[in-house]
């Protein structure tokens, strides 16, 4: 039906199947925090904190 072309196409761009070891090298993790992140992340958690604590001292108040 498409004469040949597609045939043509597959031998011009092969399919790559890339294996996931080639990704080894990525970090999941950030192993250095910036001062500002580590500023963020601190700020984040004493808000948390705060509020997981008013939270347990309503109820405990009822």
């Not at 011009?12 to 090298?25: A, F, G, I, Q």
Request: net charge positive.
């Amino acid at each position: 039906m498409d004469n040949g072309q597609y045939e043509k196409y597959r031998l011009e761009n092969p399919v790559v199947n890339t294996p996931l070891s080639t990704y080894d090298h990525i970090e999941v993790f950030v192993t250095h925090l910036t001062k500002v992140e580590l500023v963020v992340c601190i700020v984040f958690a004493v808000i948390a904190g705060y509020a997981v604590f008013r939270v347990i001292q309503k109820m405990f108040k009822k």
